[in-house]
């Protein structure tokens, strides 16, 4: 008999409590992100009121040294987080996980060569290539997101490939193999996915890497265009202003330090409950 | 004019003096130490004569000497510099030049005057782009000769009222005749080799440039200083912070502090003296008018009439500014529109509503659906807080605007080629402080820095004939009437306010005096450091 859905998440609350709280903070994130148009009193880029304005009841975190509402700012720079974060980590890690699936199941030279090619792009410390890319493709949101993907490529590659080394041995894909399917199938049908929930964990776990290195790039004046919304970029102007306007620096850095913690908590309890042979998992 | 300037002279130094406890005068100079001082951004290429950023100049300043300087001493002055002394003919239009004798290269080869008439030759050729000096000089200058090793003569097309201040200006600096036919041009390291009273010691790339001292300066006695340390500090976080810890003894040059970091500063080090002073420096906004969409005078004047001058003024550069203008009566006096006037001026006047309501107009005749245009900055000063503010006040006209930044010196490679579609924030020093450098350096055709790429042969006429009339009051009427046509005009360079800030000088550093523009008396021959 399947149970109801509330009470299925309820268990799971249950079980992993703190996994709940990440994943009550990302639903907020999510939702901020989305009702931004309509949660945010005025626009994220208007610079229509005097700067350093500290809180009060008219801004409640203040404004800005141009004069913006730090307020409309911190909830469209969810909206701007949580889209490179998400897009950025879906097309890192399933281009990733393509190439490690497949290099893996073919095996021989192709994997070798392939092996290679990730050794030397993890070699390169991350922000440094990170960095690298955006200087060659200019400052763009779109960029900050191919930057971020091909951070991501190598290690979901890396990941997958160790997953599917073990199970192109299973007895199931020799059997499909013996009667006969052909290797595209084996690979859709078979392989895929039992990889599903290492991919789940690497996308969850991921996307506060994604959200940190893209604040980390804004803050260092390579990531988004600077008049976005980017809690990276707040961070920067933040710190131009520490002594007279503290605000600046505190509502965007609380925003991504609560972010990447309730993301980290969310990864770590999907991390566990997709593991069977950790207690209490779903298997 | 010459009055007002020295009063600005003597305002700036008296305020420095002051501050200084007016102690530091009555020392006596001390030889040692280096002084260290930074650049805003690399230069990356160093040819003084060929270029227009500041950190060239900066880079470059105590290398060279000039025929005529302004005084060290008294910066409102004109003094003798490679010149002994020169004479003027009856018709004002040949300065002869008796230079001083037994001068060297840093390399050890004797100066002479072919090395002025190579450096001016140079400079003065149709087909080289000099920016600063040739943009100032080549409208007066027919010639440059030779009369004997240690004479030189310039021949000037009409008498030239701006003549000796344009060619004192930083930016004409004399070049060595062997240097120039060994390198082609003074962009390397190595080509630094001056008569001034410091050596190009050493340039690492986005991190230092050194000078040391010269033991042969011609001037007996000087420099004082062991050398010069340049840091190469990007972005005001870093200045700031280099300042606050003292790793920088003097901060005299563009971009200014604002006044909450002059009062940051001012917490943390109190042997410090901090004053507020002009620089001389316009800030404008540039639209290419060679391309659309502001090919189309409509759009320039829609820009112009959206932009809300006195709130860039007062979040960009916290109140120190004055907005509107294009001479700026402070530093040229009535030479400039008087503000009243200025700031009745559709763009400029206040409140904002009826030049809105025809900017939206004018777009919206153009482009109904509102029209997106690339606008690009330098990522140096506040450049790109200032371009965040322009964004969000075009926006207001319909101009949807994405930023695109430049690292300093790429920027102006983009700019000089004009590969751009707005330029949202661009200061421009003034080469002298008289009223014709705005002109040769933003607005005439041939302007240095005329980016957009605006020609108006009224504007030509006007600034030229300026040039040759010797009457001080004929002159302020040709520039009360150049100011109403531009203001009146869809120039492709608005101006948006003429910059102010705050500076500092270590109370250890002994006979320095601000210049009335920000690129003069930078070469530190009399500058020196107390225990």
Redesign the interface.
């Known amino acids: 008999m399947r149970r109801p859905p509330l009470r299925t998440l309820g268990r799971l609350a249950g079980r992993q409590p703190l996994g709940a709280a990440g994943a009550g903070i990302v639903g907020v994130l999510v939702l901020t992100a989305v009702f931004a148009p309509e949660l945010a009193p005025h626009g994220a880029k208007d610079a229509a009121f005097s700067p350093y304005l500290p809180p009060s009841v008219a801004f409640p975190l203040g404004t800005d040294h141009l004069g913006r509402d730090m307020l409309s700012r911190v909830i469209w720079g969810a909206r701007l987080s949580l889209w490179v974060g998400l897009v950025s980590v879906l097309v890192g890690v399933t281009l990733g996980g393509l190439w490690g699936v497949v290099t893996a199941y073919v095996g021989g030279v192709a994997d070798s060569a392939s092996q290679r090619v990730v050794d030397t792009l993890m070699a390169l410390p991350p922000i440094i290539l990170a960095l690298s890319l955006m200087a060659a493709l200019g400052q763009s949101v779109n960029n900050v997101i191919i930057a971020l993907a091909v951070l991501l490529t190598p290690t979901a590659a890396r990941t997958l490939r160790s997953l599917v080394l073990s199970i192109r041995e299973s007895p199931y894909i020799e059997a499909a193999r013996a009667v006969g399917c052909p290797h595209w199938r084996v690979i859709a049908l078979h392989v895929l996915p039992n990889t599903l929930a290492t991919y789940i964990v690497l996308v969850t776990v991921n996307i506060s890497y994604a959200i940190v290195v893209e604040a980390s790039l804004s803050f260092l004046g390579l990531g988004a265009p600077p008049d976005e919304p980017s809690w990276g970029a707040m961070l920067t102007a933040g710190t131009q202003a520490l002594e007279p306007a503290p605000w600046m620096f505190l509502f965007p850095g609380l925003a991504i330090s609560l972010t990447v913690f309730g993301l980290n908590l969310l990864g770590d309890a999907i991390r566990d409950l997709t593991d069977p042979r950790l207690r209490g998992g779903l298997g | 004019m010459r009055g007002l300037l020295s009063f600005c002279a003597v305002a700036i130094a008296a305020a420095v003096a002051l501050a200084a406890g007016g102690a530091a005068a009555q020392d006596k100079p001390r030889y040692g130490g280096v002084l260290n001082w930074f650049d805003y951004g690399d230069p990356g290429r160093l040819d003084v004569h060929a270029e227009s950023p500041l950190v060239v100049q900066q880079a470059t300043a105590g290398v060279y000497s000039g025929v005529i300087h302004y005084d060290p001493d008294d910066p409102s002055k004109i003094a003798p510099d490679l010149a002994e002394r020169w004479t003027v003919s009856p018709d004002g239009k040949t300065y002869t030049f008796h230079l001083r004798k037994g001068v060297k290269w840093h390399d050890g080869q004797p100066f002479s005057a072919a090395d002025v008439k190579a450096s001016f030759d140079r400079i003065l050729h149709p087909d080289f782009k000099s920016p600063k000096c040739g943009a100032a000089l080549k409208p007066m200058v027919a010639s440059v000769e030779v009369q004997d090793p240690h004479t030189v003569q310039f021949r000037l097309k009409f008498a030239a009222a701006p003549f000796l201040g344009n060619l004192a200006s930083s930016w004409c600096r004399v070049a060595a005749k062997h240097v120039l036919e060994k390198y082609g041009d003074l962009n390397a390291p190595d080509a630094q080799i001056g008569t001034g009273p410091f050596r190009f010691k050493r340039y690492e790339r986005g991190n230092l440039i050194e000078w040391a001292r010269n033991k042969d300066y011609f001037v007996r006695g000087l420099p004082y200083l062991d050398g010069v340390r340049q840091y190469i500090l990007v972005g005001?976080?870093t200045q700031?912070a280099a300042a606050k810890a003292g790793r920088v003894m003097l901060w005299d040059a563009w971009p200014p502090m604002k006044k909450?970091q002059a009062?940051?500063l001012a917490?943390a080090r109190t042997d410090v003296d901090i004053y507020q002073a002009s620089i001389n420096t316009i800030y404008v906004l540039y639209m290419n008018a060679q391309k659309p969409p502001f090919s189309h005078p409509d759009l320039r004047r829609a820009v112009s009439l959206a932009l809300d001058r006195q709130?860039l003024v007062a979040?960009?550069l916290e109140g120190a500014g004055v907005p509107c203008a294009l001479l700026d009566p402070k530093l040229v006096g009535d030479f400039a529109l008087p503000l009243e006037e200025v700031q009745k001026v559709p763009g400029c006047r206040q409140p904002k509503d009826a030049d809105l309501a025809e900017a939206k107009r004018l777009v919206e005749k153009h482009y109904p659906g509102g029209l997106e245009i690339e606008v690009a900055v330098r990522?140096v000063g506040n450049y790109?807080?200032r371009?965040?503010?322009v964004?969000?006040?075009l926006?207001r006209v319909g101009i949807r605007g994405?930023?695109?930044?430049y690292e300093s010196a790429a920027g102006y490679a983009v700019f000089g080629k004009g590969e751009f579609t707005m330029i949202a924030a661009q200061d421009r020093s003034m080469d002298t402080p008289d009223p014709e450098s705005l002109f040769s350096v933003v607005y005439s055709t041939n302007a240095g820095s005329n980016y957009g790429r605006w020609a108006d042969p009224k504007v030509d006429d006007l600034a030229e004939r300026a040039l040759r009339e010797s009457s001080r009051d004929k002159r302020k009427q040709l520039y009360w009437e150049l100011q109403r046509h531009i203001l009146a005009s869809p120039t492709a360079a608005v101006p948006i306010a003429w910059v102010e800030g705050w500076f500092f000088v270590d109370k250890k550093v002994r006979g320095y005096k601000p210049a009335l523009t920000t690129y003069d008396n930078n070469t530190f021959m009399k500058v020196w450091l107390a225990e």
């Open positions: 005001g976080p700031l909450t009062d940051e917490r709130e979040k960009a990522t790109v807080d371009a965040q503010l964004l969000a006040q926006r994405t930023l695109k930044s």
